[in-house]
């Protein structure tokens, strides 16, 4: 039997890389694996970032983040869906894990290596940062864990910290594998520097709950391929972020008429936007209606959240037992 793993920071308004990358494989899982797909709110990641020192910012990101996933089609009532927090045993399997993992190999991870270049002063929860996700995967035995291609070195090191325990203390974890979305590996972000994320803020993003006529002002300003200067100059679409997302949110005639009249220069960028605007309406509004409907009931979405940290600990708990045991607690 597989179990699916995922979880998604709390350090933004979730966008639509992390739809097409991540949530919407989230849904199909859930479909399949009902109870035994396990999706997690991770604020305690969110926390090694200072600009999440801020309460009720914190709480409130964590609040629509768990709307936007109900929006977008993950039942609670189907799933398991909770907030990492809520479930301390994350973090007493993580100490445990942190005592297995080198600090040279943390220290070689691309992601923390971007996110500490940027920083005065690091904070060892980054450098930590991949051993939590470790453990919040290994404490359900997840074995399926869908995410973005950003995650590919960090799941690596899961499995790497899975084999040591069972190694070290005897076969307890199995190995687990991540399943990417082929269309959506690394979606780029609107501002036009390198993958959306939004740790980068809200230049970067198209938020799946931005209100459309804010999505349109930074597609408008989006970049296009720069070699393009003027309207009569053929185009690449190839290099062109704007054509990456004709391919998630466009039928495929749009995408063949674009590609092939931008290269013959017959489609300028403006109206090559406003086809991708028609399909970006399309996708967004009814989540967006969605997500209205569930605003309107917050204390729904905090009882699922409650009731979601239950159903999470009743899996963690023997997990937990098993691990405390072998280690000599
Ligand atoms: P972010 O980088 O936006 O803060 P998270 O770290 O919360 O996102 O990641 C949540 C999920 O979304 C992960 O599975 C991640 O791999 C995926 N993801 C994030 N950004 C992208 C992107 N630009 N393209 C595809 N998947 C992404
Ligand atoms: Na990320």
């Known amino acids: ?4 793993f995922s979880g998604i920071q709390p350090t933004g308004q979730p966008h639509i ?3 097409f990358g991540a949530m919407r494989n989230y849904v199909s899982l859930g479909e ?5 797909s396990i999706y997690c709110v991770v604020d305690l990641h969110a926390l090694t970032n200072p600009a999440a020192f801020d309460p009720r910012l914190l709480a409130q990101r964590t609040f629509e ?5 109900f929006a977008v089609g993950l039942d609670p009532s189907k799933v398991v869906f909770f907030v990492q927090s809520h479930v301390p045993e994350h973090q007493e399997l993580s100490w445990i894990f942190t005592n297995l993992t080198p600090v040279g190999e943390l220290e070689r991870m691309t992601q923390y290596k971007d996110k500490a270049g940027q920083l005065e002063s690091v904070p060892a929860g980054l450098l930590m940062y991949p051993v939590l996700m470790a453990a919040d995967i290994l404490l359900y035995k997840a074995d399926t864990v869908p995410v973005g291609e950003d995650q590919t070195q960090h799941i690596e090191l899961t499995r790497e910290i899975a084999r040591r325990f069972n190694h070290t203390f005897g076969e ?16 780029p972000g609107v501002d036009g520097h390198g993958k959306m994320s939004k740790s980068k803020g809200e230049n970067s993003t198209l938020g799946l709950l931005e209100p459309l006529d804010a999505v349109w002002q930074k597609l408008r300003a989006a970049p296009t391929d720069p070699a393009r200067v003027r309207r009569t100059d053929p185009g690449n679409p190839d290099v062109c972020l704007i054509f990456d997302y004709h ?3 466009s039928d495929l005639p749009i995408i063949e008429m674009v590609n092939v009249e931008c290269r013959r ?13 028609e399909g970006v309406t399309v996708a967004l509004s009814p989540i967006q209606e969605r997500a209205a409907e569930l605003a309107q009931h917050p204390d729904d979405i905090r009882d699922a959240l409650a009731q979601g940290a239950k159903e999470a600990r009743a899996i963690a708990a023997p997990v937990m037992a098993e691990v405390r045991e072998k280690v000599g607690f």
């Open 1 to 4: 039997m597989s179990r699916v």
């Open 32 to 36: 399949q694996y009902g109870k035994n």
């Open 17 to 19: 890389g992390n739809y």
């Open 247 to 249: 391919k998630l949110f």
């Open 172 to 187: 307890t974890f199995p190995e687990p594998k991540a399943v990417y979305n082929k269309d959506a590996l690394r979606i």
């Open 65 to 69: 983040m768990a709307l936007a996933n």
């Open 265 to 277: 220069a017959g489609i300028g960028c403006v109206d090559c936007k406003k086809k991708l605007m």
